[in-house]
């Protein structure tokens, strides 16, 4: 029982996570993406969640079970051992922590931190294979990494600590506090 | 965000530049002045990749990433390894070492990732180089690590079997792990192994109790706070251990025995007031189905589907359908109970629902309910998208053939059936309507005068109105007269002009397909003899409907056309012999109606079902000896389990028609079915041909009176062609004329024939020999089938 592949593409077909666990060609991933997105666009919102999956990635031992939220599609490209109800329940998960780990998660935080959003699905899912479920837990791990990364952080990002060092040092106070020499009286230089 | 808003700018000019660029060169430039940042870099190149431009260029800064120290670099670079390397290229071997040495890093993030990438990209040379590596990791005292140290191992053993012993002593141990996610994956471990090797399962067999354990300590006591999702303590962790105790009790009962108690348990206590309680009583329904185990706890299971079945989540109700539809063979009466709920799913608006809702209904018809459920799926029928109909349509008629309480039931259900179906019919159902139509003989007028009804209130169905064509002609004598069927209506007679309107309309009418207009000709000409006076005038009008299509198109039309007014013209004197009503239609050997295998497969599309016996039934019955006109579809069907074009259906039916017409009583003979090409296989054809001829097949000998013995002389002349010389020869001692060879092919193959050599066969040994070319251009092994028809005089 394996997942095949994890998209997530918008209400335009356009793609916003690609994560396949079998291998395809770049130009059959392409089409399967494109496949993919009609079958499930095409559904109405009150219809159930699952689907034979398309020509291209498997048929019939395959099966899409998808979630629409807003203006993203989450579609999990499962085989036939899997429990449909599970990877819906799956799906919650990711969304959640994803929910969590952005603040209010939008597609923009997907299209401007992809590399983000699979390392947290590294932490879900490896190898087609559920990997963890405790949403806390997940984050958690995520959240190491990034400080561990940050911590490393080299000249690169010069820029960005300069910027937050200056937003800490709290200028507008520091110019009022600033104490001025007297200024030399001019009637005493005409003196 | 202001902070950062750099970076993603860039990454967004770099996208608008690169859409600008036309070729990969231009790419590469663009690529080129965006600063190094290797990091950010490759980041951007995966975000590219992802929208589908070819990236494999970066693989090499992947690998030098991964190679870096910083974790920083590895994590982007071991990202791209997962999404650009790929285990058939051999660039992916590089980063072997990097993973091997990075698994024993003191970071354990950098471990996690060497892990995780192995657990993605993992080829048989790297699973077996790593292979003792991961499972040091498996028994490391870092919990995160011995999760991902687990599932690495499921992959390795999926790419390499063999080593799966290595595995086996720690997956043990790892199930008296306190931390969920790890006994998570030890449990996918577990699953894995046993469905790959069976000593593996019984090994791990002894370990039932343990699970069991395990699954009530997640029920029972106060679950872990952090995987509690709504209420109920890890759902996915229960949902595992239930599928490993499947895979363990199947088909042992010892085993079952011992896991009753805990899945009555977590039956009863799962709270189902959300969607996580469903998944783990859906998984305990599955696991109770796929083991040992006692009735009342199927029934039990079977209940729970029928609660399901009431939930308002569809997606609950598509679930609960398709487990019913798996079940239904093994627990028939307990699904039965709930038929009235299936049936109203049927009116549900998903059509995926609708559709696992028919098949299960086919699935439940028997002979107490027949009238009551082929009432509901006529007026389903009747309401459905046009997806549904053909399958539908189909499958009652089968359904009807089987359970029909009687024989007017049976004729006005298939009448009912065709005018709901419309143009989505199948030729099929039509063809099953004739037959038994030419066996009821009490009925036949009373079906001619409802098709005569039906056909002129709507000519654009075709299936039907071809249906009354035929039986027009056939049967036509009864619509002269009144009609009284059972006592219960009446139907008045009809004049000759009505009906031959009707027929005129169906030869002219543009709505008419091909095989009506076939159909009609030869209707018209039979009713020539059926008219209740032969006056002159009605005459004049059959002879110049039939002499219409002599100038048409159409081949088939003009043959019919041109000979038909050719009796008019010079057998006057035999034609009612030669219109004489045909014999009634020998029906299978079996009992069970045979759809092809094609249109078989289509209406149960969902695997298991009763209709699987129709395609054995029909296997068998091919090889019998039939004289019915569907015997060459048949051929085609049960011997390739190809699908077939299922019209085909009928004009082969109109085909045999004009040659009944020609030979009054014909003595077919059906031959074995021989394997052309055998020798040929599915290898490819080789460019230079060797023109050895395949060895003359065994003669194949007749099961008809006469005596008539047709042989097969095969020679090859190029490796996807074969000419095929066979030669019929008359053993018996009287004299046969009008022979006529029929031959059938699968749909991918071609066939000419050329013409016979004569077709009269002297007595005693005369013969004759035809040629026909087959053509394979897909190489495949193939059938044909062999039918000659003569007409031997002296027999009645």
Known sequence: ?191 | KGIIANTPKRLRDLIREIRAAKTAAEERAVKRHHPPSRCRNVAKLLYIHMLGYPAHFGQMECLKLVASPKFSDKRIGYLGAMLLLDERAEVHLLVTNSVKNDMNHSTQYIASLALSTLGSICSPEMSRDLAGEVQALIKSNNAYLRKKAALCALRIIQKIPDIMEMYIPCARSLLNEKNHGVLLTAVCLISQMCQLSPETLNHFRRLVPNLVRILKNLIMSGFSQDHDVNGVSDPFLQVKILQLLRILGHQDSAASEQMNDILAQVATNTETSKNVGHSILYEIVLTIMGIESESGLRVLAVNILGRFLLNTDKNIRYVALSTLQRVVQADYNAVQRHRTTIVDCLRDTDASIKRRAMELCFSLINGQNIRGMAKEMLSFLTDCGSEFKADCCSNLAIAAERYAPNKRWHVDTLLKLLAAAGNHARDDVVVAAVQLISEQSAYQAYAVHQLFYYASQDFSQQPMVLLACWCIGEYGGGLFSDCCADGLETYSAKSPEEVLGLLEQALLSSQSRQSTKHVAVTAVMKLSTRLPHQEQQLLDSIRHLAAYHCTSSQLELQQRSVEFSAIFRHHENIRAALLEPMPVMESRAESGRNLPAGSGAAAVASGDSAEVGDEEAAAAAAAAVAATFESLINFDDSSTGGVPNATTGLPNAATNSSSMLSTNNSNSVAGPLIDVFGDLGVSEPAPVSDASALPALPPIASAGIAGLQLSLVGSRQQSNNVDLIIRAVNLGDTNMTNFLLQAAVPKSLQLSMMPASGDCLPPAGGSVTQKAVVTNPNGVSALCGLKGLVRVEGVG
């Not at chain 1, 396949?20 to 993406?33: G, K, M, N, P, S």
């Not at chain 1, 935080?109 to 699905?121: A, E, G, R």
């Not at chain 1, 559920?130 to 990364?149: A, D, G, Y």
């Open chain 1, 1 to 191: 029982a394996m997942i095949k592949a994890i998209l997530i593409f918008n209400n335009h077909g356009k793609p916003r996570l690609t994560k396949f666990y079998v291998h395809y060609a770049e130009d059959l991933q392409q089409q399967i993406i494109r496949e993919t997105f009609q079958l499930v666009s095409k559904r109405d919102d009150n219809v159930c969640n699952f689907l034979e999956g398309g020509t291209l990635i498997g048929g019939q031992d395959y099966r899409l079970i998808y979630r629409h939220y807003a203006t993203l599609y989450f579609v999990f490209c499962v085989d036939s051992s899997e429990s449909e109800l599970g990877i819906l329940d799956l799906i919650q998960v990711f969304v959640e922590t994803l929910d969590k780990s952005f603040e209010n998660v939008c597609e923009l935080d997907l299209i401007f931190h992809v590399d983000k959003v699979h390392s947290i699905l590294n932490e879900l899912v490896m190898g087609g294979m559920v990997l963890e479920t405790n949403m806390s837990e997940i984050l958690s791990r995520f959240e190491e990494q990034q400080k561990l990364e940050k911590s490393e952080a080299g000249f690169s990002t010069a820029p960005a600590r300069a910027v937050s060092a200056v937003k800490d040092m709290n200028l507008p106070q520091k110019i009022k506090d600033m104490k001025m020499p007297d200024m030399p009286h001019f009637s005493s230089l005409y003196q």
